[in-house]
């Protein structure tokens, strides 16, 4: 009997202690982490994770863990460049990062229709999504990011109904450089070869899917 008491209180106290150590990914997203540094989530990117246009706050609830956990480690090494969030990159701790993309993966996110290639693209930005570009070696973009770009395993993000400004300035970002941080520069090439007007006109696409 004493060593059955034992045996629970003990894995009692071992859940109380590792709770207090496990990061809360929604205290978090809502409140910041431990270090000042790393400010709540919830100020740019919105109580339901769908950031805002305006401010080129991307939407992130509901995307895949594993993706957002890297985009994190990629502000902080430099991959990725961005002011805003790298001083919030470098606040949270590796537990904390793990923990926040946990939860922003577990926030709902609105459906978005999944057009595939069987479909006639009308206009430049649908060609461009749905066919690609061959004479230039720029691929179909729903190849790799899904039917209607609603995102594939947890490697390739979701573009569909993400905000406009935001579709830009990532590939402005892999035009000049200061995001390289997939493999192979597979976005780089894609993205050095789109013309400005390529770029709004597929940005338009994508931000306009499920709206
Ligand atoms: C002050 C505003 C601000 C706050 C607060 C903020 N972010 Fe961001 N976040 C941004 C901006 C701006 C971008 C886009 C950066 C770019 O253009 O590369 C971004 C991008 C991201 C991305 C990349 C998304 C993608 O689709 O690749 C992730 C992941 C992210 N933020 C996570 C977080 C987490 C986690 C927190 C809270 C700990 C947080 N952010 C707090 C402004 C903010
Ligand atoms: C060969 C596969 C491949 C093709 C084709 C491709 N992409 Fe990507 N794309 C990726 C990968 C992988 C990432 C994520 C890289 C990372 O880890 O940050 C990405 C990320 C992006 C992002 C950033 C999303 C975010 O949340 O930050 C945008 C925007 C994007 N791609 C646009 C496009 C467009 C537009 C096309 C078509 C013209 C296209 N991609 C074609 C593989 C591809």
């Known amino acids: 009997?004493?060593?059955?008491?034992?045996?629970?209180?003990?894995?009692?106290?071992?859940?109380?202690?590792?709770?207090?150590?496990?990061?809360?990914?929604?205290?978090?997203y809502q409140k910041?982490?431990?270090?000042?540094?790393?400010?709540?989530?919830?100020?740019?990117?919105?109580?339901?994770?769908?950031?805002?246009?305006?401010?080129?706050?991307?939407?992130?609830?509901?995307?895949?863990?594993?993706y957002l956990n890297k985009q994190i480690h990629d502000f902080r090494s430099g991959t990725r460049q961005n002011p805003i969030m790298l001083p919030i990159a470098n606040g949270l701790t590796d537990e904390e990062a793990l923990a926040v993309s946990q939860y922003i993966a577990s926030m709902k996110s609105p459906k978005t229709p999944e057009v595939t290639r069987a479909k006639k693209p009308e206009g430049e930005g649908e060609t461009l999504a749905l066919r690609g570009d061959w004479t230039r070696n720029i691929p179909e973009c729903v190849v790799c990011h899904g039917p209607g770009g609603v995102g594939v395993g947890t490697s390739f993000p979701p573009l569909a109904g993400q905000h406009p400004s935001y579709l830009k300035n990532q590939l402005h970002a892999?035009?000049?450089?200061?995001?390289?941080?997939?493999?192979?520069?597979?976005?780089?090439?894609?993205?050095?070869?789109?013309?400005?007007?390529?770029?709004?006109?597929?940005?338009?696409y994508f931000s306009g899917l499920g709206k």
């Open 1 to 28: 009997m004493r060593s059955i008491t034992k045996l629970i209180c003990g894995g009692l106290l071992a859940t109380a202690v590792s709770s207090a150590l496990a990061a809360d990914g929604q205290a978090i």
């Open 32 to 66: 910041g982490g431990s270090n000042p540094g790393a400010i709540a989530c919830i100020t740019c990117h919105g109580p339901e994770g769908m950031g805002m246009d305006a401010g080129g706050f991307p939407h992130i609830s509901g995307y895949p863990a594993e």
């Open 174 to 204: 892999w035009k000049n450089g200061t995001r390289k941080n997939d493999h192979a520069d597979l976005m780089g090439h894609i993205a050095r070869a789109l013309t400005e007007s390529e770029i709004d006109a597929i940005a338009q």
